[in-house]
DNA sequence: TAAGTTGTTCGGGG
DNA sequence: CCCCCGAACAACTT
């Protein structure tokens, strides 16, 4: 479920509980006590890559849906929901997930420029960011929520793919052309994740998470768990050049 | 049925 | 004190 344009989703689906009271709360997520929540009432919405921030007068409530979360909208659970909030209007239940009590101005705990979904995304910051861990592997940089904060192993796998740029390649001997494209590409394709999986296509749409073959030239991707995150990667040997 | 998964944090060992 | 690595966690699908 949870790559960042999967929550800007969520936060829209959300809104029509904004100014209302919460009326009930309860759930198992650790270290967070939901009765607190009961009678306030919820100011606004907000998002920091994959974090939903639901923001109340005195406080905000942060919720991760980690790797197997899920959220349901007036529809009920099976099990028991992490967080559970009733509303006049609705409810919603949210399923494993980490759920935080953020009592700082979030302006203070969350540098809004380095979400890629943010309108304050900063593509100098980013590079900055990038080359001040030369010997960094691109495909675990791709992963590291403080430099690309909302990106999982789809945008990585995506990305590195429209950039032509090889998982393992090293990002002190990346060029800068090449660094620079694949910031356009992350952003590009997490704009077209949106759009996607807001019209339930995202899946047809992707061309190396969980592909066989390369579209360009037609040959069997290689699969490998790459880089310190051991995550799965999906790449063309011949057209994702390997600096390293 | 067992394995695999769009992720992160924690703690121990070096 | 920092880095690295494995474990832990949760529910659903194939």
Redesign the pocket.
Same mark, same amino acid.
């Given at each position: 479920?949870?790559?960042g344009p999967?929550i800007i989703i969520l936060k829209d689906k959300l809104k029509p509980f904004i100014g209302k009271r919460v009326i009930n709360a309860n759930g198992y997520a650790k270290g967070f006590d939901a009765d607190q929540l009961i009678g306030k009432t919820l100011k606004d919405i907000r998002t920091w $890559?994959?974090h939903t921030l639901l923001v109340f007068p005195k406080f905000t409530v942060r919720i !991760?849906m980690?790797?197997?979360g899920?959220y349901k909208i007036n529809e009920p659970?099976?099990?028991?929901a992490s967080l559970h909030l009733e509303f006049s209007n609705g409810y919603v239940n949210f399923?494993?997930s980490?759920v935080k009590l953020i009592v700082q101005p979030l302006d203070e705990v969350y540098d809004w420029s380095a979400d890629i979904m943010s309108k304050e995304w900063d593509t100098a910051k980013a590079i900055k960011r990038l080359k001040a861990k030369p010997k960094t592997m691109i495909c675990d940089a791709l992963?590291d929520?403080k430099i690309f904060s909302g990106? $999982?192993?789809?945008i990585k796998n995506e990305s590195l793919f429209r950039a032509r740029l090889h998982p393992e390649s090293v990002i002190g001997e990346i060029s800068d052309k090449k660094l620079e494209e694949l910031i356009v590409e992350v952003i590009n394709f997490t704009k077209d994740f949106l759009k996607w999986r807001k019209a339930g296509i995202l899946t047809k749409h992707l061309n190396a998470y969980e592909k066989d073959i390369c579209p360009r030239n037609h040959i069997p991707f290689h699969r490998a768990d790459t880089g310190?995150?051991k995550? !799965?990667s999906y790449y063309c040997e011949k057209c994702q050049e390997l600096f390293d």
């Open positions: 479920m949870p790559e999967s $890559g994959k !991760h980690m790797l197997f899920s659970v099976k099990k028991n399923s494993i980490a992963l929520q990106s $999982g192993n789809i310190k995150t995550r !799965h």
